[in-house]
C-alpha cells in the first residue's frame, strides 16, 4: 500500500510474509542515495523518520526472503508496505549508485558486482581490497599482506578509480608499493563497475569503479554502536574497532574509530618474511542534517599507515638480512619477525587526510548536488627507521556539481554536471647527511575538469519494466604545470645552471583533453532470464609519474623514468551478458572486449642505474584485453539448509604486432575459480543462537604462461589450489532475540600450501647479501601468506526505534 498526506515527508510502513501474512522482524529497509535506513520491529513496522523531498529507490533485505526494490516520490507522509517472498537468492533487484543514476543490477547494462555486508563481516581480511579480490572480473596487485590495491579485468593503478561513498581517494593511486589507504572496518558493503562507463567520475574509470559504502546512517530517534575485535594467526593481525551513530529528528552523526597492528607474516616456504609488518589507525566522523529541503553533511578523516616494504635481502642460505647491520646483528631474529614495530626496516609512513562538504538541495522535481572537499597525502620512505629518503605531500581538492532529475512515471532517469581536481604536489625537505634525498617526481599542479550527461529510460510491457536503455556523453580537459629541479653531486636542490648540477627534472605544460561515452541496453526475457549489452568510449590521460619518473622507486625495486611524450589512452570496450534469477537458482556470465590505443606501460630496459633495472614508460602500443567471467549459486527451495556458489575469471591479452617475448600485457592474473558450499543451522525456539552457519570453500589458480617475458619482466607462475573454511552465529537473548554478540571463525589456506600467486609482486624482490638478483622462477622471491586462523567477534549496542502508526 502506497499513500500520500501533506505533511512532513516521511516514509513508514510493514513488513510482512506474502504467504503466512505474519510480520517480519529485522528486514533492513534502506535508501542508498541517501544512506538512511532502518529495521523492522517485532510486529514488522519501520519508520525512516524525516526525509527530503524527492523520488527515490527503496530496497528491503531480510534473511530467507528476496529483496524487494520499489521507486517511491516523498511528497509528504507516505505509507508503504512490503510482502515478501521467501527465498535464499540474496543477489536480486539491489540498488547500485556509482553509474550516476540510481539504477539496480537488472537494469543496469554494465556488469556490476556486489560485495554485501554479511560477506564482508564472514569473511577474512587485512585491507579492503581483499573484501572484495575473490569476486569475477577482480583481482589485487601485492607487495606484502598489507600493501593491496585492486585491478578489474586486468588493469589497475591508475585505470580503477576507488571511491568512498561516492568520493574519490586521492592517496597516490600510481604508486604500487602502498596500498588503498582505507579503513577495512570502514567498509560495510561494497560495488564494483567492471567496465569504462562510470560517465560521472571522469577519466580515472577507464577499467572501473571500486565503490566503498560505510554504514548507513540509524534510524531516527535512536543511538547505535559496535565494537569490533579480530586476530589473525599467521601475522599476529590485531584489529579493533569502535563505531557509533545517532539520529535525533534529521540530526546525524556517524563516528568510527580503528586501529590494527601486523608483524612479519609466515609461509612454508620463507618461514617468516621479513619486511612485512604494518601498522595503521583511522578516525573518520560525519555530522549532516537530513531536512524536508534536502541534506548537507560534513565528514572527516585522518588515517595514519606505516608499513614495511620486503626487499628479499638474504644470504646464500636463504636467510634474511637487514640492509643494513643492527648493533650487531646482520639478520633478524624471532623477536624481530614477531615485532609489531615497522621502525626496524626501510619502510612507509603514509597519512591520508581528508574534509568533505556534501549537500543536496531540492530543486523543482530534481536535486541540485554541490560537493567540495580537501585532502592530503602525506607519503615518507623511511631508511632504517630514522631518516627519510623520499618525502613529499599532495593536496587536493575535489568539487563536484550536477543535478538529477527522477520522473518515476516515466521510469526516467537524468544527471548532469561537471566535477574535477586541482592538485598541488610537493616534496618535502631533505634529509640531512649522510643520507642521499630521492626525487621521484618533480613538483607540480594538474587540474582536472570534466561536463557529462547520463540518461536511463525504461519501458514497460503488461505491467512491468522489459527493456532499460541508458547512456551518456562526457568531455574531460587534463592540464599539468610541472617545476624544472637541478641537483648537486650530493642530491641537493640547487638552482638550474648552477655548475656541476645535473637536470632532475625539465619543466613542462602538458594539455589532454578528450571524449568518454557509453549507451547500453538491458532486456528482461520471460522465465527470470535477462540480457545486457553495453558499449563504451574511454579516454585516460597519462599519470604523473608515467609523464615524469626519474628516480629508484625502493617499494618496486625499479629505476622509473617517465615519457613527457606519452599519448593520452582511447579505449573502446563491448560487454555482454546473459544472466538468470530464479528462487532456486541463480547466474551470469559476462564478456568483454577491450581495444586501448596508446596503451602507457613501463618497459622494462636492458640498461641498469644504481644497481635496479631501468623501466620506461611507453605508449605506442594498442593493447586487446578479452575476458570471460560467470557465477552460479544455488540455493534449493527443499534444502533450506544449502547454499552453494561458483565464481569463474579468465582474461587474455595480447600487444598486436609484438615479438614472442612481448605480446602478452604484464601482471594479467592467471584464471580462477572460487566455490563455496554453506551449510545454515536452523535456529531453534528458545536458543541463544542464531543464523548459525558452516562453510567451506576452494579456489584454484591456473598456471599463467601469457606474459611479457622480455628481460625477465615476469616469469611464469604455477598453479595452485587453496581450502577455506568458516564457521559463525550470533549470540541473542532468548525473550527478545536481540544480538549480543556475533562470532566468525575462518581458516584461510587449511592445508598451509606454499604459493606465489601471478599478481603477488614481492616474488621478484630478491637479493643477495645486498646484490640485486633477476629472478628467473618464482621460488627465488617472496611468497604468499600461509595457513592463518582468524577469530572475529562483533557486540552491537544502543537504543531501539520506538515506532508508532
Given at each position: ?368 548536488g554541490v560537493d567540495i572537499g580537501l585532502t592530503s597525502s602525506v607519503h615518507h620512505d623511511i631508511d632504517s627507521g630514522k631518516i627519510g629518503e623520499n618525502n613529499m605531500v599532495v593536496y587536493d581538492i575535489p568539487y563536484s556539481l550536477k543535478y538529477q532529475l527522477t520522473d518515476v512515471r516515466k521510469s526516467l532517469e537524468l544527471t548532469t554536471g561537471i566535477n574535477g ?59 599539468f604545470t610541472g617545476d624544472g629541479m637541478s641537483l648537486d653531486a650530493s642530491g641537493n636542490i640547487v638552482p638550474d645552471g648552477t655548475p656541476g648540477s645535473s637536470v632532475q627534472f625539465t619543466g613542462f605544460n602538458n594539455t589532454y583533453s578528450g571524449w568518454s561515452g557509453s549507451a547500453g541496453v538491458s532486456y528482461q526475457l520471460p522465465h527470470d532470464q535477462y540480457v ?114 561458483s565464481r569463474f575469471s579468465y582474461i587474455y591479452t595480447w600487444l598486436p604486432h609484438a615479438t614472442d617475448s612481448t605480446d602478452h600485457l604484464p601482471w594479467i592474473p592467471a584464471p580462477h575459480l572460487h566455490s563455496e558450499l554453506k551449510l545454515l543451522f536452523t535456529d531453534r525456539p528458545g536458543s541463544i543462537l542464531s543464523g548459525t552457519y558452516f562453510k567451506v570453500g ?108
Open positions: 500500500m502506497l499513500s500520500c498526506g501533506a505533511s512532513a515527508q516521511s516514509l513508514r510502513g510493514r513488513v510482512t510474509d506474502s504467504t503466512t501474512h505474519l510480520p517480519v522482524q529485522g528486514a533492513e529497509i534502506a535508501i542508498p542515495q541517501l544512506r538512511l535506513g532502518a529495521v523492522s520491529d517485532k510486529k514488522g513496522f519501520y519508520d525512516l523518520g524525516t526525509l527530503p523531498r524527492g523520488n527515490y529507490d527503496v530496497e528491503v533485505q531480510a534473511m530467507g526472503y528476496a529483496p524487494i526494490f520499489r521507486q517511491v516520490s516523498i511528497g509528504g507522509m507516505v505509507t508503504l508496505d512490503f510482502a515478501t517472498t521467501v527465498s535464499y537468492n540474496s543477489l536480486k533487484q539491489v540498488v547500485i549508485t556509482s553509474l550516476g543514476n540510481s539504477t539496480n543490477t537488472q537494469r543496469s547494462p554494465v556488469p556490476v558486482t556486489l560485495i554485501s555486508h554479511r560477506m564482508i563481516l564472514e569473511g577474512a581480511a587485512n585491507t579492503a581490497i581483499d573484501l572484495i579480490a575473490s569476486q569475477p572480473g577482480i583481482s589485487e596487485t601485492t607487495e606484502g599482506v598489507g600493501t593491496t590495491k585492486p585491478q578489474i579485468n586486468g588493469l589497475g593503478f591508475d585505470r580503477v578509480l576507488v571511491l568512498t561513498d561516492g568520493l574519490p581517494q586521492e592517496d597516490f593511486q600510481w604508486g604500487d608499493d602502498h596500498g588503498i589507504l582505507i579503513d577495512p572496518y570502514a567498509v560495510y558493503e561494497a560495488e564494483v563497475i567492471r567496465g569504462p562507463a562510470s560517465l560521472q567520475y571522469g577519466a580515472s574509470a577507464e577499467a572501473g569503479v571500486v565503490n566503498f559504502k560505510t554504514a548507513p546512517f540509524v534510524p531516527n530517534g535512536t543511538f547505535q554502536g559496535s565494537w569490533l575485535s579480530e586476530y589473525h594467526t599467521n601475522n599476529g593481525y590485531l584489529g579493533n574497532s569502535l563505531h557509533l551513530g545517532g539520529n535525533n529528528d534529521g540530526f546525524i552523526y556517524d563516528l568510527r574509530a580503528s586501529g590494527e597492528l601486523a608483524h612479519s607474516y609466515w609461509n612454508p616456504k620463507d618461514g617468516y618474511v621479513w619486511g612485512s609488518a604494518w601498522n595503521q589507525g583511522n578516525a573518520r566522523l560525519t555530522l549532516g542534517l537530513n531536512k524536508p529541503w534536502g541534506y548537507s553533511r560534513l565528514s572527516l578523516s585522518a588515517l595514519y599507515r606505516r608499513i614495511q616494504v620486503p626487499d628479499g635481502n638474504r644470504d646464500s642460505t636463504g636467510r634474511f638480512l637487514f640492509d643494513n647491520p643492527v648493533g650487531e646483528k646482520a639478520a633478524p631474529t624471532l623477536s624481530n619477525f614477531l615485532s609489531y614495530s615497522p621502525a626496524i626496516a626501510s619502510d612507509k609512513i603514509l597519512d591520508e587526510y581528508q574534509a568533505w562538504w556534501r549537500n543536496n538541495v531540492r530543486a523543482g522535481s530534481g536535486s541540485i581536481t586541482y592538485e598541488i604536489e610537493r616534496n618535502l625537505p631533505p634529509p640531512p647527511a649522510p643520507y642521499i634525498p630521492d626525487y621521484e617526481i618533480p613538483d607540480y599542479r594538474n587540474f582536472e575538469a570534466g561536463g557529462f550527461a547520463i540518461a536511463e529510460k525504461g519501458f514497460k510491457a503488461q505491467g512491468w519494466r522489459q527493456l532499460t536503455i541508458s547512456g551518456g556523453l562526457r568531455y574531460d580537459v587534463t592540464h545486457k549489452l553495453n558499449v563504451a568510449k574511454s579516454f585516460r590521460a597519462p599519470a604523473i609519474n608515467e609523464l615524469t619518473s626519474n628516480g629508484l622507486n625502493i617499494g618496486s625495486n625499479a629505476f622509473q623514468l617517465g615519457n613527457l611524450h606519452l599519448k593520452a589512452e582511447q579505449g573502446y570496450q563491448a560487454d555482454l551478458a546473459y544472466g538468470y534469477h530464479g528462487k532456486e537458482f541463480s547466474s551470469e556470465l559476462d564478456g568483454f572486449y577491450n581495444h586501448i590505443a596508446n596503451f602507457i606501460f613501463a618497459d622494462r630496459t636492458d640498461s641498469i642505474l644504481q644497481g635496479y633495472p631501468v623501466y620506461e614508460y611507453v605508449s605506442s602500443n594498442t593493447a586487446i584485453l578479452t575476458g570471460l567471467s560467470a557465477y552460479v549459486d544455488v540455493h534449493p527451495a527443499a534444502a533450506k539448509w544449502l547454499q552453494w556458489n576452494v579456489a584454484h589458480y591456473w598456471a599463467q604462461h601469457d606474459i611479457y617475458s622480455a628481460l625477465y619482466t615476469e616469469v611464469p607462475s604455477a598453479a595452485y589450489t587453496l581450502i577455506d573454511a568458516g564457521v559463525g552465529t550470533a549470540f541473542v537473548k532468548r525473550k527478545t532475540g536481540r544480538v549480543v554478540c556475533s562470532l566468525f571463525v575462518n581458516c584461510t589456506n587449511l592445508t598451509n600450501i606454499g604459493y606465489a600467486d601471478h599478481l603477488n609482486l614481492a616474488q621478484y624482490f630478491y637479493s643477495l647479501n645486498g646484490n640485486l638478483v633477476t629472478v628467473t622462477n618464482q621460488r627465488q622471491g617472496v611468497f604468499n601468506m600461509g595457513q592463518d586462523f582468524t577469530l572475529k567477534v562483533v557486540f552491537p549496542f544502543g537504543t531501539t526505534q520506538k515506532i508508532s502508526l
